[in-house]
């Protein structure tokens, strides 16, 4: 499973690519700190799974979540934010976010959902 990370904290994104790197079959394809740069890569790259913070250097996550979903429906996107209030959570459902984190208190369910994801039957890009 081929996983690229939207987030402009540097120490967020190294825990989080910590956190990944051990997983089965899973990559860290590349990252982004804006939204931009983030729709380039994630279009050219083709990921399996993006992990996307909502709040970015330049732009949003759902920024992102727009332009890209509708270009490529099969990448997997998890929405990860400090404002996990009910209407952030309802926008990402709404967008095609297939979860939500809240940073603060569900960080580290962030690995037990990857690593469910990349043992799905039929393998990680399943």
Not at 19 to 26: A, I, S, V, W, Y
Not at 40 to 44: F, T, W, Y
Not at 48 to 58: G, H, K, P
């Given at each position: 499973?081929?996983?690229?990370?939207?987030?402009?904290?540097?120490?967020?994104r190294e825990r989080l690519t910590e956190?990944?790197?051990?997983?089965?079959?899973?990559q860290v394809l590349g990252h982004a700190a804006e939204a931009d740069g983030a729709i380039?890569?994630?279009?050219?790259g083709a990921p399996?799974?993006?992990?996307?913070?909502?709040?970015?250097?330049?732009g949003s996550g759902f920024d992102v979540l727009r332009a890209v979903r509708p270009q490529a429906p099969q990448i997997e996107f998890y929405l990860l934010s400090n404002y996990a209030a009910f209407p952030y959570r309802q926008l990402a459902?709404?967008?095609?976010?297939?979860?939500?984190?809240?940073?603060?208190?569900?960080?580290e369910r962030v690995r037990e959902v990857f690593a469910e994801r990349a043992a799905r039957p039929g393998g990680p890009s399943a």
């Open positions: 499973m081929q996983v690229f990370l939207v987030e402009d904290s540097a120490p967020v956190m990944l790197q051990g997983l089965p079959d899973t380039r890569e994630i279009l050219a399996d799974v993006v992990l996307l913070d909502i709040s970015l250097a330049a459902e709404t967008l095609g976010a297939r979860g939500f984190f809240d940073k603060s208190k569900e960080l």
